[in-house]
């Protein structure tokens, strides 16, 4: 019974970052954050839904709220190319600004 449960969990999940991808690529940021975070409640170690989050974040300009999703994407998944690459830009960035 256990395992009927946990697979619609995951239909769940697949069908929630599906419109949530759905609304990224469509550059509709608001409604795809909307969902990434509704995926993270299905599933709080999506790699996928915090590094998308931090891309929302940073086209948003919101550097603090970004960094913390690249953050926690590189704790799940220390090797995640994107939320590496972005997190040092975000701080190269911030390094700039105090100059």
């Given amino acids: 019974m256990m395992n009927i449960k946990e697979k619609n969990k995951k239909t769940q999940e697949e069908l929630v970052q599906e419109t949530a991808t759905f609304y990224f690529l469509n550059s509709k940021f608001d409604e795809a954050a909307e969902e990434f ?25 919101q550097p603090e709220e970004a960094k913390k999703m690249y953050e926690k994407t590189l704790l799940l998944d220390k090797n995640n190319k994107v939320a590496k690459e972005h997190l040092n830009k ?10």
Avoid at 90 to 99: C, R
Wanted: neutral net charge.
């Fill in 37 to 61: 975070k509704k995926v993270l409640k299905l599933n709080p170690a999506n790699i996928e839904a915090y590094c998308s989050l931090g891309l929302i974040y940073e086209n948003k300009k």
């Fill in 90 to 99: 975000l701080i190269g960035i911030k390094d700039d600004e105090q100059d």
